[in-house]
């Protein structure tokens, strides 16, 4: 499950390198984040400054870190990548950026989970260029100031909420990524097909975008789980059939839940009658960390309309019922 989600596995990772656009034109929908993102790199450029830093929000696999990459390719510029996680010590992320060329582009995925007191100098670093190097301890302790060389951080986090206000607001420009429509990953689909030679009609690929949770990690997985199953037991083409049964194989549902979000579901009607039910006891219920639960599942159960959020807790829609084929329950009377 972890696999599926996350991509992280080696061959899963080197076939998503493979398939990432390398620069603006490229990357496929998001019109609003493209847009922005073309000024804030176009006016940098052409005042020959670092851009501002940017924060990118939203949920996995809806191209932040792509993006990231993007940004130093169209500024033509080296990229370093880190993720909060590996920032535990202000320690690590000093060396980190004491060893930035000038100009270089900082990604940190996952920067919501930097410890506090890196993120203490990441805001000086952002904001000044500068870090202090703590030399000695107790009374005799001094902070050396280190001059940094200009450089553009990109934030990556799967929802700002998550981001202390201080750290939020020292980013120039905040882009927040959407799940992609069917007919925009659609367009990933048929560019993805193209670069890996697989043979795919227009039908067998709406298919798969239908149901691929908004998400082209997922659509660019799912097509070569489909291409397995047209070479194994379709004619080698992937046709709307074809897509439906290899899917079907996949446990990957019409609306494209995964066993993880049906789990959610499920637990939610039967266990909960419903709900409304506490974050963390849907995620006991469903063996799974709260933070998985809320970042990945849930915010595509929200956004297709069979769970809802509110102060008391997670509520099932009548949707929500129905897509598990139960006839929703009288409303209880008040
Ligand atoms: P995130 O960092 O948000 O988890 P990634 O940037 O790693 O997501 O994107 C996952 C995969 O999806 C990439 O390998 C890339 O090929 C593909 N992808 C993401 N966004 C787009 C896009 N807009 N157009 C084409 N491919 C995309």
Request: glycine share 10%.
């Amino acid at each position: 499950e972890r696999l599926t989600r996350s991509g992280a596995g080696d061959p899963e990772r080197a076939a998503e390198a493979a398939l990432r656009p390398r620069g603006l034109d490229d990357f496929v929908g998001q019109p609003q984040v493209r847009e922005q993102l073309s000024l804030v790199l176009d006016a940098a450029l052409a005042r020959g400054r670092a851009p501002d830093h940017v924060l990118l929000s939203g949920p996995p696999g809806l191209g932040k870190t792509t993006l990231a990459m993007i940004i130093a390719h169209e500024i033509d510029k080296p990229l370093r990548v880190t993720s909060g996680p590996a920032i535990q010590h202000a320690g690590d992320l000093a060396a980190i950026l004491s060893s930035l060329e000038e100009g270089e582009v900082l990604f940190v995925d996952e920067i919501h989970r930097m410890s506090r007191a890196a993120e203490e100098m990441l805001y000086v670093a952002m904001e000044d260029f500068r870090v202090d190097v703590i030399v000695g301890k107790g009374p005799g302790a001094t902070a050396i100031p280190l001059d940094l060389p200009s450089f553009t951080l990109v934030g990556a986090t799967t929802r700002s909420g998550l981001l202390p206000a201080p750290l939020r607001d020292r980013f120039g420009f905040t882009g927040h990524l959407d799940f992609y429509s069917t007919e925009d990953l659609h367009r990933v689909l048929v560019r993805s097909a193209g670069k890996l030679d697989i043979a795919a009609d227009s039908a067998g690929l709406h298919e798969i975008a239908s149901r691929s949770r908004g998400t082209p990690r997922i659509a660019n997985r799912l097509l070569r789980r489909v291409r397995d199953w047209a070479q194994v037991r379709g004619d080698g083409t992937i046709h709307e059939d074809a897509a439906r049964a290899a899917l079907r194989v996949y446990e990957v549902d019409e609306l494209g839940l995964d066993r993880l979000d049906r789990s959610v579901l499920q637990a939610l009607c039967h266990r909960f009658r419903g709900g409304p039910v506490g974050l963390s006891t849907l995620a006991v219920s469903v063996a799974e960390e709260a933070e998985t639960v809320e970042e990945v599942a849930e915010p595509f159960l929200v956004r297709e309309g069979l769970i809802t959020r509110t102060p008391r807790g997670r509520i099932v829609t009548d949707a929500g019922w129905r897509h598990l084929g139960y006839e929703p329950p009288e409303a209880p009377v008040t």
